[in-house]
């Protein structure tokens, strides 16, 4: 999605318009906030209609509106809007609901951002909170399953192709929140049995979406620490969004847990933002910058690095690939006499 420009665009008005794309975001984060979406989910609907159904004050909707249609999520009927074709599939509350990584970008990573040049400057995150503060908080941390669930799902038919499945019956996801990916992995090849490995406070919601999603007897939780704990033993280990979070040294001990887990002939399954200097992908650095705001020691890394940690744990047969919204999967095996 891109946001129309003259084809008689200075350098300059370009570059102008990239120094204000956070007023573009919060146009876009606002709608969802606002349920602009979810509201035309039953059809067209009238300025004035939006704005009592709203609740909004009404000075400012409709320039609000007409950007939203202006960045293609919504189209004009009539009098009113409609919701287009990729906000009907994706923005609209319910099953096929795909906007939790927004909502939480609204809420945490917008804020974060606000402090970019200090965390350049000092190195320090800029998020405010604890992980286990949140985790406690049933809200929040419903907020936080949504924003792992819109990440891991665009990616699941990448991983659910990187392997020849039928050699293996169980997966662990490793850091899995509340087993989305492990749901779509199990609903693509129903012979794999799941595990979901993370803090015990996601138990619960583990179980509850796993029958949600109908795989509810092929999937167990081990709640723990995975820095402290071993992990579950498995025929398939997945580490998605983990790696970044942490310093090389504790990335370097993660795989080497990993690669004892992980029975002879198994693999494990990385994906991160990795940029590469050498074809920078916009969306990979922004991945990796995320990183810089909202942990301590986090970033993303190249794949090349990736490959390192993964030879030096012992593991061979290593494929690269990429997996889209700017991440990077990398495959590696435990031979079967290792």
């Given at each position: 999605?891109t ?43 009238t ?38 074709a ?29 402090g ?16 286990e ?19 891991s ?13 039928s ?13 989305n ?22 138990g ?6 796993a ?57 494990l ?32 890394y ?37």
């Amino acid at each position: 999605m891109t946001i129309r420009h003259r084809t008689d665009e200075s350098p300059w008005e370009a570059v102008t318009a990239l120094g204000v794309g956070f007023a573009t975001a919060k146009i876009v984060l606002t709608a969802l906030e606002l349920g602009v979406f979810t509201a035309l989910a039953d059809g067209p609907r009238t300025r004035e209609q939006l704005r009592e159904e709203l609740a909004l004050h009404g000075r400012g909707l409709d320039d609000f509106l007409a950007a939203l249609a202006a960045f293609g999520l919504l189209e004009r009927a009539g009098d009113g809007y409609r919701n287009a074709a990729v906000a009907e599939r994706h923005l609209v509350r319910g099953p096929h609901y795909d906007g939790g990584f927004l909502e939480g970008a609204n809420a945490v990573l917008y804020p974060a951002w606000g402090g970019l040049t200090s965390a350049l400057r000092t190195g320090a995150p800029q998020n405010t909170g604890d992980f286990e503060e949140m985790l406690a908080d049933p809200e929040r941390r419903r907020m936080y399953h949504g924003m792992m669930d819109s990440l891991s799902a665009p990616l699941a038919p990448c991983i659910a192709q990187a392997l020849d499945w039928s050699r293996h019956t169980t997966v662990t996801d490793v850091g899995g929140a509340r087993g989305n990916l492990v749901s779509l992995l199990l609903r693509a090849h129903p012979h794999l049995r799941g595990v979901v490995f993370d803090r015990p406070q996601n138990g619960p919601d583990v179980a509850e979406h796993a029958a949600r999603t109908g795989v509810a007897e092929r999937v167990s939780f081990v709640g723990g620490d995975f820095f402290t704990d071993a992990l579950p033993p498995s025929d398939v280990l997945v580490i998605g969004h983990v790696l970044a979070d942490f310093s090389p040294e504790q990335r370097t001990a993660l795989v080497r847990s990993a690669y004892r887990a992980l029975r002879p002939g198994g693999a494990l399954v990385v994906y991160d933002p990795m940029p590469d200097a050498a074809e920078p992908d916009p969306l990979s650095l922004v991945g990796s910058l995320h990183m810089l705001v909202m942990s301590p020691a986090g970033a993303g890394y190249p794949p090349h690095r990736c490959a390192e940690w993964l030879t030096e744990a012992g593991f061979r047969d290593l494929s690269v690939r990429p997996a889209g919204l700017g991440n990077t999967l990398v495959v590696g095996h435990r031979t079967t006499g290792s």
